[in-house]
């Protein structure tokens, strides 16, 4: 059965440092979807890619974080200048219809 | 903007027996799809079972079924003869057919007593 993929499974990263997180959302899907995950919360949207341009994006989707997709098969979320506060479980999602398909997560520790 | 609303942060059931999650949305929509996602420690978001707004029938997956009362905006998830497996996290959450995104609950923690 297809699903979403996603590496590494955990990023430990320094204050400051970029990150890039990776996606493989399954090949017919058209939806690409980041959210994120502070432990013990609530799952939170990021943002939303269809037609290789953002479709809707939240308040917390700021000038720090940008998505690509840039080879028809990744799907990625890049952190510019990682805070303390970043630290999260990042969750990638597709979908062709109907529900969303959810990766297993990244789990980003910032330092 | 719509909200999902899970009102109980835990709950416990014992092993064999059934248990209900509640949860409340609300949309000024009419058409869009309701889920429950299970997360184990895993932190993996597992699709549990899903509901289309237009559908009057409830969803059903095996021992999962929901109870979705769409002009009181409810949609309960029942869980039978619970197994030590189904203790996580679930998640209920909301998705309009115009709009991509799915709007999440606080989540209910599930605890299996043997």
């Known amino acids: 059965e297809p699903e979403v993929t996603q590496t590494p499974s955990h990023q430990v990263t320094q204050m400051g440092q970029e990150v890039i997180l990776r996606c493989v959302p399954i090949?017919?899907?058209?939806?690409f979807y980041w959210y994120r995950q502070i432990l013990g919360q609530k799952v939170e949207f990021l943002v939303s890619?269809?037609?290789?341009?953002?479709?809707?994006k939240s308040e917390i989707f700021d000038d720090q974080f940008s998505v690509e997709r840039p080879d028809g098969s990744n799907f990625t979320l890049k952190i510019r200048s990682t805070k303390l506060e970043d630290s999260a479980m990042y969750f990638c999602?597709?979908?062709?219809?109907?529900?969303?398909?959810f990766g297993p997560g990244t789990r980003l520790t910032v330092l | 903007a719509q909200t999902v609303t899970q009102s109980q942060p835990e709950m416990s059931v014992q092993e064999a027996e059934t248990v209900t999650l509640s949860c409340t949305y609300d949309?000024?929509?009419?058409?869009?799809?309701l889920f429950w996602y299970k997360q184990p420690p895993s932190r993996q978001m597992i699709l549990v079972i899903r509901?289309?707004?237009?559908?009057?029938q409830n969803a059903t997956e095996n021992r999962f079924s929901v109870n979705f009362q769409k002009a009181a905006k409810s949609f309960s998830l029942k869980i039978s003869d619970s197994q030590l497996g189904d203790a996580a996290m679930y998640f209920c959450?909301?998705?309009?057919?115009?709009?991509?995104?799915?709007?999440f609950g606080d989540g209910t923690t599930l605890t299996v007593k043997p």
């Open positions: 949309t000024s929509e009419s058409d869009y799809y």
């Open positions: 959450a909301y998705r309009s057919t115009n709009a991509g995104k799915s709007t």
């Open positions: 090949s017919n899907h058209l939806y």
């Open positions: 890619f269809y037609n290789n341009e953002i479709s809707e």
């Open positions: 999602a597709s979908r062709l219809s109907g529900e969303q398909f």
């Open positions: 509901q289309e707004a237009y559908k009057q």
